[in-house]
Each structure stands twice: as C-alpha cells, then as structure tokens.
C-alpha cells in the first residue's frame, strides 16, 4: 500500500468502473455462451480474490487455506438445502455465520504464528476440512461429492438464463471492490498497512494487531464462504476433492499477488489475467497436455513475486511514471 | 510521579536482565537511563513499554498499574516508545507513518491528518512528507519515530538510543526536538550512550549495571559518583 | 497385540524414511530460513528418476544411487543459483511464492512429461519377506531403512565434525554472528540446499520399489515431512530424526485402529496442536515463530 495520492485512487476508480461496465456489457451483446460462462468465472475469481486481499493484502496475514472457508461455505448452503430444504440465500448467511466461527481458529493462529508457520497453519486446517468432506461419507457423499438440483427461481438461487448470474457475481465482486477501497482510505486500512509493515512498531503505536487480525481473517472468511455458495449455486455440484484444494487456496493468493496486493483493483485484475492466461492455454494445449498452462503459471508466480512484488497494479504505476518522466525530460 | 517503577526484575531462564530496579519519572521531567551495553536498559524498557512482562515488580502510570498490560492498552494510556533499532513502516510515506500514529488518538481521517501534520511541523519533517519511509537516512528516519509516537499525544515518551548513529548537525536538531517537546509538557525518559546530550538534557540520571540501578541523581552527581566512573564513564567526565 | 510386532517394525521403516525426508526439509529451513514448499517435488522426481533408469536400463535403484546422487547435487545447486538464491533475503511472502511457484512448475512437467498414469517400481526380488522379531518386512524395505539409517547416521557426523557442518550448525543459529566469523554464509546456504535435497534425491531411490510413482506423490510426503519438521522443530535435524519416528507410529499404529481414511486427520491435528501450543517442537529454537523465522 504505497502512499495512496487522491489522483490514483481515482484513476483506480474509473479503471475500475470501466472494468465493472465492460463485464456488464458482454451478456447484454453477445449470446456467446462460453463467453459469457467465462466472464462469471473471472468475475467470481476476482471476488474472491478481493476477498483474500482483505486478510492477506491489507492485513498481510498470508493465508494459504482459504479454500477451507469457500468449501465450507459451498457446503453449508448445499447440505442445508439437500437436509433441511433450506433455501440457499439463508444457507448462504448461515455459511457465512460458520465461517466466521470457524475463522477465529485461524486468528488466533495468526496471533501467534508468523510468515511460513502461519502458512503451514492454514494450509493443515484447509486440508483436515478437506480430509472430513471427503470421508465423511454419511453426511457428505464423500468424493462422490454434491449436486443441487436444478430448480430455477429467484427464491431458489437458481437461475435458467445467464444473466441473472452475470449481473449477481457482478454485484458480489463490485460490493467487495468498493468495500475494500472503503477500507485502504479508513483508518482501518492505515492501521492494517501499519500492522503489515512492522507489527512491533503498529502496536508501540497503539493498534491492537489481535483485534485486527481477527477483524480482517473474519470479513475475509465470510466474504469467501459468500462466494462458495454461488459458485455450489452455479456449477450445481461439490466436492470435496475441488472446494477445499489447495491449488484454490494458492490461486485466490496469487490472482491478488500478480494483481497488486495492497489495492482495490489489484485482485481483479490479477483474477482477469489468470483466467484469462488459463482459458487460453487450456484451449491450445488442454486435454491431453494438461498441465502445461500451470507450468507457465508456476513460472509467472516465481518471476513476478520477484521482481514485481507489489503486483502489475503498482509494478505498471511505477513504469508510467517513469515513462512520463523520461518524456518530459 | 508519572512513572513508577517498582522492584521490576526480568529474567530469561537463567540470566536476570533487569534486577529489582526502581525508580519515577515526574511529570515534566527528563530522566536518562545510562550504562553500559548490555547492562538490561533495552530490556527495561521493553517491560515498561508492555513488550515483555516483568518476572516480579510494578510499574505504574499516572497513578494506573501498567503491569503485564499489551503494548497497544499502554500507549492509549499516554505512554509511548520508540525503538532502538527504528522500524519504520518502509513502503509507506512519511505522513502515512505518521497519521497510523494519529489515528490512535483521532478517528477521523481530516482531524487525523490535521494532527500527523502538526507533528511533522514539531519533527521538522514537513519537507519530506511524501518520501517513502525506506527512502529516508538514518537521521530522519530516528526523527520520523519520534514524529509517529508524537502523534498519539503520549504524556511521557520513551526515546531508545534516539541519537545512535547521527552526526553532530543532525545531534543538535534531535536535542533541539527533545527540548521542543519537553517543553509542550511532555515528560521524557531516554536511554543514551551519547554523553554530552545526557548531561545537557536530563534532569536527573538513573545508570544500570548488571541489570542493578547502581546511581541515581542530577548530571553533575552522577559525574563524580565513583561507581558510576568505575562501571561505564571512565575518568575523562570528571567535572573539575 | 499380535499385531504389535508388526506394527513396531513396520513404524520403524517407515520412520527412517519420513525422517531422511524431513532432514532435507529441517536442514533447509534450520540454516536458510526458507520453508521449501518444493521439497515434496524434489522427492518425486528422484522417484521418477528411479523408475526410468529401471525401466530404461534395467539399473536396479540401490545401484541407481549412484547416479542420484551427483545427479541431485547438480540440481540442487542449479535450483537454488536460479530460483531461491535471489529470493533469500526477501520479504516472506516471496520466499512462500518464490518456492511454491516452483513446486507448481515442477508437478505439472512430471504431468505433461510422464502423464498422471501411477507407476509402480517392480523390482524382482520385492517379494523376498524376512521376519524380524516377529514380523515380516520386505527386502527392499529393509535397504530402504539400512540405506535411510546409514545415510543420516553419515550425515550426523558430517554435520558435527566437518568444518562445511560447523558452518551450517553456525549459520543456523546466528547467520550474522556467522560472517562475522568470517564464514562465507553464501557459500553454506547453498550447501545447506544442496544437501537438503541430496536427502530427499537419495530417500526418493529408496521408496519408488514402496510406493506408487505419480506427479503429485510429493504432496503427499511434503505435508508429512512438514508434520515431522514442526514436530521435532524447525532447524533441528536431531528432532527430524526423533519426529519421524513419531509420526510413524502415529501413521501405522494410527492407520491400524482408525483406518486409513482418518489416520491423516489424526497427524494434522497433531500437526496444528503443535504449532498452536508449542510452535518451537521438541528441538526447534523457541520464539522463533514470533520472528516468523
């Protein structure tokens, strides 16, 4: 979170609003299919993504488990409705409500752990969440995961025709956008970046870094358990195998990492760029030669992380910046 | 008494760092803690400053036990620190680290702007606002620790090695500051090697030894005090 | 308790092949302050490795050794001058990135070379069973072990009495303490790498005729080896050694009277246990969490 000028957050804004109504835009010009599943996709992602900003990013608690809180939200709904017939939208809350609960577990890990012994923490808690879906076969079907059957209906969370979904995913993504930019010019934000930076000195300065982290890993929790409901909502099927995997623990990170972690827009473009680079590879070299998209993926993350860590957001900032210096002069 | 220490001891497993220290800080004072490296002051400080808890002893604060309190509970209290090895929140600029220190006291982003401003202006950092904290040498970066605890309005502030490493312009500038700020009605105990602006500041000298308080009194006491002499000054500070 | 016996042994060898595992993993970690989230990957291709000089040549794993270890001093020192070198005096959130960047590479050419299909080392002579105390054990587990004990036992001694172990020993404790000493602590966290992965190149000859060969078999032992780490302590090769053991019994005496399915639940509730309520392990550094190192 470099010094945040009131002209850069405002040319964020319009990038942003620009972003916000080309997605929009698609669906409403095109019957393209695919696209038009592509772009909730990337819309979902870059929440999601959004929302592990607000613990890793803002917060800088790394977290690599976040995948426990997405299965557990895609869960909730889903067990809820298939036991309970409860309907989604109220499964979702209550996902959210478990989550939160189930957060504090992970807060205060964070509170006693830092850098790579939290990472390993989150990393064990998303895989005993995995490990339980995927043997508690009574409950859960095991492997054999979830469906939800197809019911449309606005009261079921299920929607016959892609634009409904589009413009929802599109008000999840946005809600978060805004909130997080909400939160970088509070005073919330300044005393997350304090923490982040130097957590000795934020807590010299008076910041109770506890009642922070637990602030940020619950409102991030909650902001992804949201967006595991829709995705279960969505694709009409879980389990446990895909909700709880690591490689989407490490993916809602590096979108963010890629993107620009301590900023609102960051996320979403990291999250467009991904998926963007994975359908794309996908398409050449997918089916057979699986796994080639990841390759250049690892790659990417070992490149970027290194030489750009603050993220394209910051990295291409920077590089205008100096362009237009060097114009000048 | 603003301070009060009483019989505070410290110990890790075997070594006892700081050992039954007592002493108190008045309001409007400043106290030096001296003595040699390793002599436990650092340590002390942490304990006051609630970063580590005393193995026994109290300390009070305006008339408050403080004892065993986190860090963020004492600085709300009036009681800041800052650290003998700075740490600035590097990436951020200078206003940025200030006002996170600001917004301890104000919750309001204009009011706390308005007050991480003032505290520049006191530092005399305002022409460096904008830089980026990593950005800065080490004189400014000792100033900008000082700026940042300044911005939670502490009723006693506890400077560690505040003029470690500068040179003599930037020595006079941060006494200059010590003596601002003492002035404003801010009580101040410092921990120093540098001697000259022990003895020009501080009203009173407390020195440690071993982890023991071994002295305590004005500058010129302390000058002549032979323990003092023999455990960290040397003869060359005897005032003739 | 008929079962005892078997259970004993059966622990026994696969503790000394956790604990090769994990030595690399401590070792790593201990003198470089890395978390080497690759470590896993470096074991399977070892394994691969393996399988392709028998399947190939015919070459028998035990004598392929000789093959795997100058081959995973090679890649050691090359992984480190390429990808962790540049990243060790970095923020942690690029070290974290840096080396989980690079187990993603590395699974995924395992995938796109080899294909998901799981591969089993066959050796000839796998089904000889010899009985120890009551107990049956396979021949090749019984090298695996042999192999493992003799190796770390080497490894111990190198670490103590060889000048290039002292300096590790050092730079583990106090790298700045270390340089001023003048050890030229770049040199040491390049060998604290290269023989971190030396011991997994070397346990993943040992274990590809025991278990199947796939991309991702690596996570499996990584995550392990991690449960041991944390166990014995961060940094500490004496707790690696000791943590392995433990965490085999958990696994076979575990997996005996729990079942398969939730002997994993069981050891990463021990794992979080330990990291909760004492993070430094059995011989790791204590505090050293709060620093994040």
Redesign the interface.
């Known amino acids: ?3 945040l000028s009131h002209s850069a957050g405002v040319r964020e804004h319009w990038a942003a609003g620009v972003l916000f109504a080309g997605a929009l835009s698609i669906p409403l010009l095109t019957d393209n299919l695919f696209l038009q599943d592509a772009l909730i996709f990337v819309l979902l992602w870059a929440g999601l993504a959004g929302a592990w900003n607000i613990a890793g990013g803002f917060a800088g608690q ?1 977290s ?1 488990g976040h995948a426990a809180f997405f299965g557990l939200g895609a869960y909730s709904s889903t067990l809820l409705k298939i036991y309970l017939g409860v309907s989604p939208w109220v499964g979702m809350l209550c996902g959210g409500a478990l989550v939160i609960a189930a957060s504090s577990f992970i807060a ?2 964070a509170t ?10 989150t ?3 998303a ?2 969440a995995q ?2 879906a995927a ?1 508690w076969y009574s409950f859960t079907r095991g492997n054999e995961g979830l469906s939800i059957p197809f019911n449309p209906g606005l009261a079921n969370f299920m929607f016959a025709a892609k634009l409904p979904w589009t413009l929802l995913v599109l008000c999840y993504v946005a809600g978060i956008y805004v909130l997080s930019a909400w939160i970088r ?3 919330l934000g ?2 997350f ?2 923490m982040r ?2 957590e ?10 506890r009642r922070l982290k637990v602030v940020a890993i619950a409102l991030s929790a909650f902001l992804t358990a949201l967006g595991g409901t829709f995705y279960a909502q969505y694709v009409g099927f879980v389990d446990p195998g895909y909700v709880f995997s ?1 490689d989407l623990s ?1 993916k809602f ?2 979108m963010c ?1 890629i993107g620009g ?1 301590g900023t609102a827009l960051g996320p979403i473009l990291g999250a467009v760029l991904i998926t963007a680079l994975e359908i794309a590879l996908r398409a050449k070299w997918g089916g057979e ?4 998209y ?2 250049v ?6 490149v970027v ?2 030489s750009m ?1 603050e993220g394209l957001v910051a990295g291409t900032a920077q590089v205008w910046k100096r362009w237009r210096a060097r114009r000048v002069a | 008494m603003l301070l009060e220490l009483e019989a505070v001891t410290r110990r890790f497993g075997g070594l006892t760092a700081v050992s039954a220290v007592s002493f108190a800080v008045s309001e409007g004072d400043v106290v030096g803690l001296i003595g040699p490296n390793g002599a436990g002051k650092t340590t002390l400080f942490n304990v006051i400053a609630g970063a580590l808890p005393p193995s026994s002893g109290h300390i009070r604060f305006a008339g408050t036990d403080i004892t065993g309190e986190r860090p963020h509970r004492i600085c709300q209290q009036g009681l800041a620190r800052t650290f003998q090895i700075v740490k600035p929140f590097g990436n951020l600029s200078v206003i940025d680290n200030v006002l996170i220190g600001a917004f301890t006291r104000v919750r309001e982003r204009d009011a706390a702007y308005a007050e991480a401003e003032r505290a520049l202006e006191v530092s005399g950092l305002a022409r460096w606002r904008d830089a980026v904290a990593r950005s800065l040498p080490i004189g400014l970066r000792k100033r900008l620790e000082v700026a940042r605890s300044l911005a939670t309005r502490p009723r006693l502030l506890l400077l560690d090695e505040a003029m470690n490493g500068l040179n003599p312009t930037e020595l006079g500038e941060m006494m200059a500051l010590i003596r601002r700020l003492n002035s404003a009605g801010i009580s101040i105990l410092l921990i120093e090697h540098v001697m000259a602006a022990v003895m020009n500041l501080c009203s009173r000298i407390v020195v440690i030894h071993h982890g023991e308080k071994i002295a305590e009194g004005p500058p010129h006491e302390i000058a002549r005090d032979p323990r003092v002499i023999d455990a960290y000054l040397g003869e060359a500070y005897l005032i003739e | 308790m008929e079962a005892l016996p078997q259970l004993i042994v059966s622990a026994i060898v696969l503790g000394g092949i956790y604990s090769l595992v994990s030595i690399g993993l401590t070792l790593i970690f201990g003198v470089m302050r890395i978390v080497n989230f690759a470590h896993g990957e470096f074991l399977m291709l070892s394994m691969y490795l393996a399988v392709g000089l028998f399947a190939v040549a015919g070459i028998d794993p035990y004598l392929g050794l000789l093959v795997a270890v100058p081959a995973s001093l090679l890649f050691g020192g090359l992984i480190y001058y390429g990808v962790v070198r540049p990243v060790v005096a970095r923020p942690h959130v690029v070290q974290i990135f840096t080396t989980l960047g690079l187990s993603i590479v590395l699974q995924n050419t395992a995938l796109f070379l080899w294909s998901g299909n799981f591969r089993q080392l066959r050796l000839p002579y796998a089904g000889t069973v010899l009985t120890v105390a009551g107990a049956a054990v396979t021949l090749p587990q019984v090298i695996a072990f042999a192999v493992a004990a003799a190796f770390t036992v080497a490894l111990f001694v190198w670490l103590r009495f060889t000048y290039l172990g002292k300096a590790m020993r050092a730079t583990a404790q106090d790298r700045a303490a270390a340089t001023l000493v003048g050890i030229d602590t770049d040199k040491v966290l390049m060998a604290a790498f290269v023989v971190g992965t030396l011991c997994v190149g070397i346990a993943g000859m040992l274990i590809a005729p025991l278990f199947a060969t796939y991309p991702t078999v690596g996570l499996q032992f990584v995550l392990i080896a991690f449960v041991v780490v944390v166990l014995g302590g961060l940094g500490s090769a004496v707790g690696a050694l000791l943590g392995g053991m433990i965490v085999a019994f958990l696994d076979v005496v575990g997996g005996y009277y729990v079942g398969t399915a939730w002997k994993e639940v069981l050891y990463f509730l021990v794992f979080i246990a330990v990291l909760l309520l004492r993070p430094a392990g059995l011989f790791g550094q204590r505090g050293a969490e709060h620093l994040g190192m």
């Open positions: 979170m470099a010094a790394l690599l205060f890990a006693r752990l830092r850098g790579p012994y939290f990472a390993l923490v990393i064990a808690f895989t005993v490990i339980v043997r010019r509070s005073r300044y005393q970046a304090g930076e130097e000795d000195a934020a807590q010299a300065l008076g910041i109770d870094t690591i490490v990170a590096l990492i972690m030669r699986s796994g080639l990841l390759i993926y690892g790659a990417l993350l070992i992380v290194r860590p």
